[in-house]
T-cell receptor, first 114, second 114 residues
Framework: DAGVTQSPTHLIKTRGQQVTLRCSPI?????VSWYQQVLGQGPQFIFQ???????GRGNFPDRFSARQFPNYSSELNVNALLLGDSALYLC?????????????FGSGTQLSVL | DAKTTQPTSMDCAEGRAANLPCNHS???????VYWYRQIHSQGPQYIIH???NNETNEMASLIITEDRKSSTLILPHATLRDTAVYYC???????????????FGQGTILTVHP
């Protein structure tokens, strides 16, 4: 079975530009979450979408936005890029079963802002 | 979610058991202990979770103290492929506003050497 897939794997942008990252969840998973991982740190929660609605948001500025499509895939958009946005962006889909949620992560998109 | 404390790094010889400790002294009654690991250049991977009883699966064992203030993840026969950052996370089982959200700390860098 295919896992969580993210595209592109690597991306280079310049300050002030906009970027869109894409994520396809595991088949049957309706929840998608986005995380930012700066080098040397643990992943930080950005957004969670379930059934196309935003259900959770982390402490990130309004430059970050996301959406989920009817097929449960998702996009993360970041506007007006800053150097500090350089990070690995991870997408996770989750399954809630047996009273517990288990997250499955993709390999991420490495974003470099120059 | 309760805060966790883990050692920054640990070493283990291949074939030996790796015992990774985690302190979570402020854990509340409905919070579970989850462990994820992140191998270089990959997204985090779920390992195991537990409430108060010891748990074992095909990947690892989880030992939680009786007062639930600390736990230990045990990899019984570590291999070179177990070299990764291991994250101990305390959270409610999921659902509602916590759906899809994991609070990662710095984790423990486990290095398995030949």
């Amino acid at each position: 079975d295919a896992g969580v897939t993210q595209s592109p794997t690597h991306l280079i942008k310049t300050r002030g530009q906009q970027v869109t990252l894409r994520c396809s969840p595991i088949s049957g998973h309706k929840s998608v979450s986005w995380y930012q991982q700066v080098l040397g740190q643990g992943p930080q929660f950005i957004f969670q979408y379930y059934e196309k609605e935003e259900r959770g948001r982390g402490n990130f500025p309004d430059r970050f936005s996301a959406r989920q499509f009817p097929n449960y895939s998702s996009e993360l958009n970041v506007n007006a890029l800053l150097l500090g946005d350089s990070a690995l962006y991870l997408c996770a889909s989750s399954l809630f079963a047996g009273g517990h949620e288990k997250l499955f992560f993709g390999s991420g998109t490495q974003l470099s802002v120059l | 979610d309760a805060k966790t404390t883990q050692p920054t790094s640990m070493d283990c010889a291949e074939g030996r058991a790796a015992n990774l400790p985690c302190n979570h002294s402020t854990i509340s009654g409905n919070e579970y202990v989850y462990w994820y690991r992140q191998i270089h250049s990959q997204g985090p991977q779920y390992i195991i979770h537990g409430l108060k009883n010891n748990e074992t699966n095909e990947m690892a064992s989880l030992i939680i103290t009786e007062d639930r203030k600390s736990s230990t993840l045990i990899l019984p026969h570590a291999t070179l492929r177990d070299t990764a950052v291991y994250y101990c996370i305390v959270r409610s089982p999921g659902g509602g506003t916590s759906y899809g959200k994991l609070t990662f700390g710095q984790g423990t860098i486990l290095t398995v050497h030949p």
